[in-house]
């Protein structure tokens, strides 16, 4: 559909963008630190296009920084998490019942603690810090993968295909990486895409608190904490374009990820090749099928 | 006041309770139904049979203005008892819905909101275009209107829930809010495919009890030729979106006089023939409407075709002498060699190979 | 003519059956709350270094210290430490906040009204919101459907600690100032209202003080604004989804061939059919509101749960933090319980066991 090939096409764009943006952050390491007092809380203008902070860092630069930070460690959780996810899809899937029973309940236990309250307990527990902010971030990452691709694994073992291999004697290992887990390609995607924006604002969410990274890190969350108390000042720049950062990348992501199903059934259709012309498709309520565009017996 | 077209208004004294000449839909830039004439007296049980495809069940929404989404009538008259209906007039198609004009669905499974009790669906209809009724009169019609469809202890199912009812009795509900109004034409879209044989045959019973007793004409859209023939009055037979032919049921299995007709009777299996005996069938497939041969649509399948079928458009033949009640029941098909597929005692060449 | 010969009907005896489902869910949920609370002991439990000292915090002297780690058992076996912690919480004794100088219950007792009454509101915002879009966009279609989505997708991604900045310098105090901006439920002056329910709104207007609920909206407005975004936007998706869905159901066009106009069709039948499994979602529009107090409270100097918690995680008030954890896992469980009851009740299909005909 129209719509949606707009819209995938504008969070591709946005997307594109703050990649550019990222790589000139991980250029601009050094200018995103470099303290100048004498410069602090400086508006927006030619010189520093997102104004100065408080210790006189450009925060144009901090935010290109923070954009690296923040599409690494999004990209990064949900591939590790996911990962994990998978494992324990497949065991939930192709190993023993029981086993599958087990893991169900404890996946839901897991789920039943908001995703940022978890996060922010285990990053508590191992101290503060960027990295022991990511670890938290997957534990909460894993349970969604898993449920969601086990959902599929079981769904698998039921088709012809896996109980074909079966026959001809294939080890479940065997059978779980070369059959299940490209069957399972689809959905895990999907699921990347969907979760890496959730993955984003939680990261930014326990920066925010103080939990995740620390200064001088330039992180999105962080930073708008430092932007809260300059706000009632009148420093609006050191808050809201970070924020607004945060914010255009979510959405992009989000956007690209509500898109995906859309595209890729119009792709789909479009193979088989029996594209029904759009208008002599009438979805009639209630009775008359699809007038025959396809040959029907007498 | 009476506005109503045509000559089957002179020789009757009242308006023909639905009216529709030229009628014609289309979504987006197909057209589905190509200009169909149905005319229906009050009382009259007229079928409408077709393969699937063929415009019938558009026919049925698009008279009622209930075409799905990028569906629109393009053109045609259409007037229910004398009444010109405008399409284009949400307000007044909603006042005509139900009180003169109501549709029975096919499938009564999904036919009724799944949250609201029985009860509640019929008086809907009672209450929407009687608003002042009370309370208790609505209530009682819609126990009344229960026995009518043979729903027994009504008091008691009007506050069950439709998954408490069976298929067969759902369908009765169907008919039963369909009739509330007591409307002049009650269309049924394939009422009976849904259900098993025994409650078909209740089914179509009740259609008969109601139109003598309430007097409502009957518009039955199908693809049983059977049924039609021996619930009908009058048949009218539908391919690509066209009314190939228009024939009171007497003369259907003696005198089809469209090739179509004539092949779908010979494909109805009749029992006592020899084993092994192949079914006939007509080989091929309806053509895509966004893509129509030239000429008559049905002349690459027919066995009766010649050159000059394809063409021009087919001329409309009357076949003289049909045995119908009056002078508005002719016989006529949209076929050049109409009248020697009237008269030819022998069922249509049939092809040796099976696969054409 | 007589209609098809009925079974007997099971109505009578809707308990049975009912019953048995009803005990499998209930252990399944126990199942669950004690598998969480198995992962939140582990995790804290995690914790490198002294727990007692994280505990009774950094000032504590030693002869404190030992107290309270013979007090939590930290000598006796895991399995007997994670009994007594279960006991402990399912007890309401949450431990001690050296922070705060009074016990994780109290505490949280004295903050909880806040938050409550801005989750109210907040809900409330995000419910009535949500039901007009999903409702315009789906009766509408097109174009407004259209922007309806894109809408909804920005409020899903948008950080509601950085909305709450910016309605702060836009509308509140660091701009405009037509709304208090961070500054706590109340302008500095007045006196709370007599305390009923702790919900400065209800009491004032039950105290007959229009001008402290007047104000206590005021101070309500941004925060339970910014709250309300997520699952605002979470629930208008939700809400047009399903009555898109519903619109398309073949008995929608048999409700327009009574005659019914096409809104008075979706306002009494796809609404209502589409608001059923919009319940099953409590549990996930409450753990948006429990993590949206956490980011939001502290934003606005809101005296609420949200902000102990924060307090507590700068503080290192480690009881805090995990009473507060599993609190949320609990109450996101029963959340779920409740709703899934709830549809249970309302829905005529569940309500007779197997059906009958």
Redesign the interface.
């Known amino acids: 559909m129209k719509?949606t090939r707009v819209?995938a096409a504008t969070a591709v764009g946005l997307l594109a963008a703050l990649a550019v943006l990222a790589v000139a952050g991980l250029l601009l390491r050094e200018t995103a630190i470099a303290v100048d007092v004498s410069q602090a809380l400086q508006p927006p203008g030619s010189e520093h296009w997102f104004g100065t902070d408080a210790q006189g860092r450009d925060v144009f630069a901090r935010v290109a920084v923070g954009t690296s930070i923040a599409l690494a460690s999004g990209l990064g959780t949900v591939a590790v998490g996911g990962g994990l996810g998978l494992l324990i899809a497949l065991v939930c899937g192709l190993g023993p019942r029981w086993l599958d029973a087990v893991l169900v309940?404890?996946l839901?236990?897991?789920m039943?603690?908001?995703?940022?309250?978890?996060a922010?307990?285990?990053t508590?527990?191992?101290?503060t810090g960027l990295l022991t902010a990511l670890l938290g971030v997957v534990v909460t990452v894993v349970p969604v993968f898993a449920r969601t691709l086990r959902a599929e694994a079981r769904r698998a073992t039921s088709e012809p295909f896996v109980q074909a291999a079966r026959t001809i004697g294939l080890s479940t290992p065997r059978i779980a990486v070369r059959h299940v887990v490209p069957y399972l390609g689809t959905t895990f995607s999907v699921q990347t895409a969907a979760n890496v924006?959730n993955v984003i604002?939680v990261l930014?969410?326990l920066s925010?608190?103080?939990?995740g990274a620390q200064p001088p890190t330039p992180e999105w969350?962080a930073m708008?904490t430092d932007?809260?108390q300059n706000?009632?000042t009148?420093q609006?720049w050191t808050?809201?374009f970070?924020?607004?950062a945060?914010?255009v990348t979510?959405?992009a992501?989000?956007?690209l990820a509500?898109s995906i199903p859309a595209v890729r059934a119009a792709r789909l259709a479009r193979r088989r090749g029996a594209r029904p012309?759009?208008?002599?498709?009438?979805?009639?309520?209630?009775?008359?099928?699809?007038?025959?565009?396809?040959?029907?017996?007498? | 006041m009476s506005t109503t077209t045509a000559a089957a208004a002179t020789t009757e004294a009242a308006p023909a309770a639905l009216s529709a000449k030229g009628l014609r839909v289309a979504y987006g830039d197909v057209e589905v139904v190509r200009g169909v004439d149905l005319v229906v007296r009050p009382g009259e049980r007229v079928g409408v049979v077709g393969e699937s495809g063929c415009g019938k069940s558009t026919v049925a929404l698009a008279l009622m203005g209930l075409l799905a989404a990028g569906g629109s009538v393009t053109g045609g008259v259409v007037s229910v008892s004398g009444t010109r209906v405008d399409y284009r007039d949400e307000k007044a198609l909603d006042r005509m819905r139900g009180s003169q004009l109501s549709l029975v669905f096919q499938d009564p499974l999904t036919s009724l909101d799944p949250v609201k009790s029985i009860g509640a669906q019929i008086a809907e209809a009672l209450r929407r275009h009687s608003p002042r009724t009370s309370r208790a009169a609505v209530r009682a019609r819609c126990a009344e209107l229960l026995t009518a469809v043979g729903v027994p202890e009504p008091e008691r199912r009007l506050k069950q829930y439709p998954h408490e009812f069976s298929g067969g009795m759902r369908q009765r509900a169907l008919i039963a809010i369909a009739v509330a109004n007591d409307p002049a034409v009650l269309i049924a879209d394939e009422p009976t495919t849904a259900l098993d044989v025994t409650t078909q045959a209740q089914v179509v019973d009740l259609l008969d009890s109601l139109v003598d007793r309430l007097g409502v004409a009957v518009v039955l859209v199908t693809h049983d030729i059977g049924l039609v023939s021996e619930f009908c009055d009058r048949v009218l037979v539908m391919y690509a979106g066209r009314v190939v032919e228009e024939v009171p049921s007497t003369a259907l299995f003696g005198g089809a006089a469209h090739p179509y007709t004539r092949a779908l009777l010979e494909s109805l299996p009749v029992p006592g023939r020899p084993r092994g005996e192949d079914l006939a069938w007509i080989p091929g497939a309806p053509p895509p409407l966004a893509a129509l041969p030239p000429g008559c649509s049905f002349a690459p399948r027919c066995t009766w075709a010649q050159p000059e079928c394809a063409a021009g458009t087919p001329p409309r033949v009357v076949v003289p002498g049909a045995p119908g009640r009056g002078a508005h029941e002719v016989h006529a098909a949209e076929c050049r060699r109409a009248l020697e597929v009237v008269t030819s005692g022998r069922p249509a060449d049939r092809q040796e190979e099976p696969r054409g | 003519m007589s209609a098809t010969s009925t079974t007997t009907s099971t109505t009578t005896r809707p308990g049975a059956a009912a019953l048995r489902r009803g005990g499998g869910a209930l252990l399944g949920v126990l199942a669950t709350l004690l598998l969480a609370s198995v992962v939140s002991f582990v995790v804290l439990r995690a914790v490198p270094g002294d727990p007692a000292r994280l505990i009774v915090g950094p000032l504590a002297t030693p002869d404190v210290l030992a107290g309270v780690r013979t007090q939590l058992g930290l000598d006796d076996p895991l399995w007997l430490q994670y009994l007594r912690y279960v006991r402990d919480f399912a007890t309401g004794q949450w431990g001690y906040s050296y922070s705060n100088g009074a016990d994780v219950t109290a505490v949280m007792a004295a903050r909880l009204p806040a938050t409550l009454e801005l989750a109210l509101w907040a809900f409330l915002f995000a419910v009535v919101g949500a039901l007009v879009v999903a409702t315009v966009a789906s009766f509408r279609g097109g174009a407004v459907a259209a922007a309806a989505k894109v809408v909804s997708l920005i409020g899903l991604g948008t950080p509601q600690f950085w909305v709450a900045l910016v309605l702060i310098l836009v509308l509140g105090s660091g701009g405009l100032g037509v709304l208090p901006g961070p500054s706590g439920r109340l302008t500095s002056f007045l006196e709370p209202p007599p305390h009923v329910t702790g919900l400065y709104t209800v009491d004032g207007l039950l105290a007959g003080q229009p001008i402290v609920f007047s104000d206590a909206l005021a101070h309500l407005a941004l925060p339970a604004i910014s709250l309300a975004i997520i699952p605002g936007a979470f629930l208008t998706r939700l809400l047009t989804a399903n009555q898109l869905d519903v619109a398309r159901a073949p008995f929608v066009t048999v409700v327009r061939s009574k005659g019914v106009s096409r809104w008075a069709a979706h306002r009494r039948h796809v609404l209502h059919n589409a608001l059923l499994p919009s319940v099953s979602s409590a549990g996930l529009v409450l753990a948006s509101l429990i993590t949206g107090s956490v980011l939001v409270e502290s934003v606005f100097n809101w005296p609420g749960i949200g902000q102990v918690l924060v307090q507590g995680i700068q503080r290192q008030d480690f009881a805090v933090v995990q009473a507060f954890v599993l609190l949320s896992a609990v109450l996101y469980v029963a959340a779920n319980t409740v709703a899934d009851l709830a549809v249970a009740l309302i829905d005529p299909r569940l309500r007779v066991s197997g059906g009958s005909r």
């Open positions: 719509g819209q309940r404890l839901d236990a897991v039943a603690f908001p995703a940022l309250l978890l922010l307990a285990v508590m527990a191992f101290g924006g604002l930014s969410g925010f608190i103080g939990v969350g708008i932007g809260l706000a009632l009148g609006w808050g809201v970070p924020g607004l945060l914010l979510v959405v992501v989000n956007l509500d012309p759009a208008s002599a498709a009438p979805v009639v309520v209630g009775s008359e099928p699809v007038p025959a565009a396809s040959a029907k017996e007498a």
